[in-house]
């Protein structure tokens, strides 16, 4: 995950665009937010080691959070629409009053002062970190750059077109891990029985909804690619890489087996080569 991270935000140096990860679970994308938080902002990783991270909103699985300037956050709730405090706008930190009170600059240039709220007799900050987010809460929205993990045995049917379908372009779609044929089941009936008549996700957590983001711009379409192709590497070593698009899944049967098999977390990009710690797997 770390080295994922690592990638992610190389890649948004490199390219001008922003990345976002995209998970199944709650759990999944606080834990990416999390690790993002940790290399790019020290001070905030050590305040929260510490125990002194103020409370996120419980419905994104976040326990604590802690604010910087730069940061970029995820507004949880629809707290002021007509001036733009709305679920699922992303926005960057501009100056922090005091700990629990910032203001933001959205992507929409509007400028908002966070503080907390109570809900349900419940005190907390109405905002996420902006690094990553679930794929049903990423509906809708147009996204630059995505890395797309599957933290879950069992995706839904329907998830990875979801995800996938927040880009654009191919090329700005990354796969974190083995790819499992069972995480790129289409919309309908699926081994289990179950059928779908239009697109149905269902969420670990019951108070998840869809958010609403605004298109983002697209920069020079420009960057590091890795070469195109329909085959996969027969052996996915430290450094082997591939395409992450659903037409590429139509592998053999045995190699398919044994990623679908595969349990072990893997942080890799392609473009260029990194080294996991452990395995080697697909950022495509």
């Known amino acids: 995950m770390d080295q994922a991270v690592r990638k992610a935000r190389l890649l948004e140096e490199s390219t001008g665009k922003t990345f976002t990860f995209l998970t199944v679970t709650n759990k999944g994308a606080a834990a990416l937010n999390r690790a993002w938080v940790e290399q790019a902002f020290p001070g905030a990783a050590a305040m929260l080691a510490a125990g002194k991270g103020l409370p996120g909103d ?4 976040e326990e604590q959070l802690w604010f910087e300037a730069g940061m970029r956050v995820r507004l949880t709730q629809n707290l002021d629409k007509d001036r733009g405090f709305v679920n699922g706008a992303v926005g960057t930190i501009q100056s922090v009053l005091r700990k629990d009170v910032f203001v933001l600059k959205t992507n929409s240039n509007i400028l908002l002062l966070v503080h907390p709220i109570w809900q349900k007799g419940r005190q907390f900050m109405p905002v996420t970190y902006g690094y990553a987010t679930t794929i049903r809460r990423a509906q809708g929205a147009t996204l630059e750059l995505i890395g ?14 979801v ?27 699926d081994d289990r029985g ?60 045995s190699d398919q087996e044994e990623a679908s098999r595969s349990e072990s977390e893997v942080d890799a990009c392609h473009g260029s080569p990194i080294v996991a710690a452990d395995t080697a797997g697909l950022f495509t």
């Open 194 to 253: 179950l059928g779908t008549s239009e697109l149905t996700i269902r969420s670990m957590s019951d108070s998840e909804q869809p958010e609403s983001e605004e298109p983002t711009s697209r920069s020079d379409p420009s960057m590091s690619q890795s070469p195109e192709s329909e085959d996969e590497p027969e052996d996915m070593d430290m450094d082997e890489t591939s395409q992450g698009d659903p037409e590429d899944m139509d592998r053999d049967e």
């Open 163 to 189: 995800a996938v379908s927040r880009a654009r372009r191919r090329v700005d779609v990354y796969h974190i891990g083995s790819i499992r044929r069972t995480d790129w089941r289409p919309v309908g009936e």
């Open 58 to 61: 419980p419905a994104y699985g």
């Open 148 to 161: 797309i993990r599957f933290d879950r045995k069992l995706a839904d049917n329907g998830y990875a077109y």
